[in-house]
Nanobody, 120 residues
Framework: QVQLVESGGGLVQAGGSLRLSCSAS????????MGWYRQAPGKQRELVAE???????NYVESVKGRFTISRDNAKNTVHLQMNSLKPEDTAVYYC??????????????WGQGTQVTVSS
């Protein structure tokens, strides 16, 4: 079994900052890409940012220059530092990990989601 546990969501005023964290645990052999998706009410889930084991990153255009993704491979954790938050960033944020389990099954695992609300 693999679990992804997120933390760090909440309510913040526009222009403020939040830091999301996600920790993966369980029957993990190796984690490939980790990242964050978000889903706002009435909208499709979209990729926000992702990071490979080697540190290569990818961001959705709307968060470039404001959000920074990082990871600690030794601790199987990924973070999302969100600055200059806007009301349109309001969504449930989901952590995911593309990983190989100890029984050599490769699949994506997801966290339970954490609410981020940005007030204007």
């Amino acid at each position: 079994q693999v679990q992804l546990v997120e933390s760090g969501g909440g309510l913040v005023q526009a222009g403020g900052s939040l830091r999301l964290s996600c920790s993966a645990s369980g029957s993990i052999f190796v984690i490939n890409t980790m990242g964050w998706y978000r889903q706002a009410p009435g909208k499709q889930r979209e990729l926000v940012a992702e990071i490979t084991t080697g540190g290569s990153t990818n961001y959705v255009e709307s968060v470039k220059g404001r959000f920074t993704i990082s990871r600690d491979n030794a601790k199987n954790t990924v973070h999302l530092q969100m600055n200059s938050l806007k009301p349109e960033d309001t969504a449930v944020y989901y952590c995911y990990a593309d990983l190989l389990t100890r029984v050599l099954v490769r699949r994506d695992y997801w966290g339970q989601g954490t609410q981020v609300t940005v007030s204007s």
